[in-house]
């Protein structure tokens, strides 16, 4: 009885290994590697979703057109997810279980992104550079799990004390969507103004969908805050701008990576110049003064009919990384082979200024890096350089005490 129980356990492990064994290779053939996306085709996040989706495949044209990824075709597999974490589960389920694609990329948002990983990390399946600002996309470290963007944590823990020293500021505040981005954006603006002995004089909240921001307005003014922390997305974001402004209440503005959008400027008008955001890659404009970017965004448009916003870079940047890694991978492409690839691979600033990305065993995220860009005339601006948080140092005074100080370090 013994002897057969441990047969059944050395035959359950055995499967389970030639299960991995088989889903760490799926998607990859001798001429195709079969990538999977899932995206906002036709809800909230729509405009965004299509722009991802072409960035992406622009990216893969050209590199099937150039032959390739050691001789494979990358075919990419999209999905719409209605920005539905529900929507999301059932994508993740066809792309992986029936399409049997090699990994996931750019997938759009928190609540899709997280919905679906736990299905990828089950099957053995890559969360590739995952269009969040979350720390769930690399916390708690896993070998599956590669992300890019500095958190909204981090991005308001490093602009809070920078906009306070730069401006001197003296009374912030910070209205948040109520949800689980929102509390991101409020933890880190409250640990960032810590690092300048500030504390928020106001916060308020409100409900995801809401339209109406005059009582959250009206108490910020009350307040006198001079800063204004946003964890807003693009309608909150016009919307609350558009409501101070008609009552006369000018602080300054800044909101997450999340808002760091033309909708902004389109939507809002000239109400919106002043505004800051924090961004890694710009937005692409069709006469940037970068010829390379005027000439990537006109591509852009040729291809696809209309201007590229951010979230097409995104894209386009995330198909880069894994032809990358893929290439370095070698012929023998395969989950393990792309991991090992991946864990030593440095991905260089690119033509739209995203920082130098690079990844190890134990560091998921690519970049920590973020910096500051302004509304100005209608356009966003970049305004700094790139800088991420690095703690607390001690610096000795004249009475020999001992002062803790933020410090920073630029890319």
């Not at 622009?58 to 494979?72: P, W």
């Not at 995952?130 to 602009?159: G, I, W």
């Not at 890659?281 to 940037?288: F, G, K, M, R, V």
């Not at 995203?354 to 966003?380: C, H, M, N, V």
């Amino acid at each position: 009885m013994k002897q057969k129980l441990i047969a059944v356990l050395a035959l359950t492990v055995l499967g389970a290994g030639l299960a991995r064994a088989q889903n760490a290779d799926q998607g990859v053939s001798k001429t195709e590697i079969k990538l999977g996306t899932i995206v906002d085709l036709s809800g909230p996040a729509a405009s965004y979703g299509k722009a991802l989706r072409n960035g992406l495949l622009l990216r893969f044209d050209e590199i099937n057109d150039q032959g390739g990824i050691q001789g494979r075709k990358v075919k990419l597999v999209v999905e719409d997810s209605g920005y539905d974490p529900k929507k999301s589960v059932l994508a993740a389920q066809k792309l992986i279980n029936q399409d049997k694609v090699f990994l996931l990329t750019s997938v759009l948002g928190t609540a899709p992104s997280m919905a679906a990983m736990p299905l990828q990390l089950e099957k053995n399946v890559i969360s590739f550079l995952p269009v969040s600002a979350a720390r769930e996309m690399y916390e708690p470290v896993n070998r599956l799990k590669y992300a890019f963007f500095a958190t909204n944590y981090d991005q308001m823990r490093t602009a809070a004390p920078r906009l306070v020293k730069e401006q001197g500021l003296k009374k912030p505040c910070v209205i948040y969507q109520d949800d689980d981005f929102g509390q991101e954006v409020l933890r880190g603006s409250e640990a960032g103004l810590k690092l300048v002995n500030l504390e928020l004089v106001e916060k308020t909240s409100y409900k995801r969908g809401a339209t109406d921001f005059s009582s959250q307005v009206a108490r910020m003014k009350a307040a006198g805050c001079d800063l204004v922390m946003m964890g807003t997305v693009i309608r909150e974001t016009v919307g609350t701008i558009a409501e101070a402004r008609k009552t006369g209440f000018n602080p300054v503005f800044v909101t997450s990576s999340a808002a760091y959008s033309d909708l902004i400027h389109k939507l809002g008008g000239k109400g919106m110049d002043g505004l800051y955001a924090i961004m890694t890659a710009q937005h692409p404009y069709l006469d940037d003064a970068s010829p390379q970017v005027r000439a990537w965004a006109n591509k852009y448009k040729d291809r696809f009919g209309e201007e590229p916003n951010t979230f097409a870079v995104y894209g386009y940047y995330g198909a880069d990384a894994f032809a990358r890694a893929a290439q370095k991978a070698g012929p023998d492409l395969g989950t393990d082979s792309f991991i090992k690839a991946m864990d030593s691979i440095v991905i260089p600033r690119d033509i739209f200024g995203a920082p130098e990305a690079s990844f190890t065993a134990t560091k998921r995220l690519g970049s920590p890096y973020s910096r500051l860009s302004q509304i100005q005339d209608g356009k966003w601006k970049v305004v700094s350089d790139y800088v991420a948080f690095n703690g607390l140092k001690g610096v000795t005074q004249k009475d020999g005490s001992v002062k803790m100080v933020s410090e920073f370090f630029p890319e």
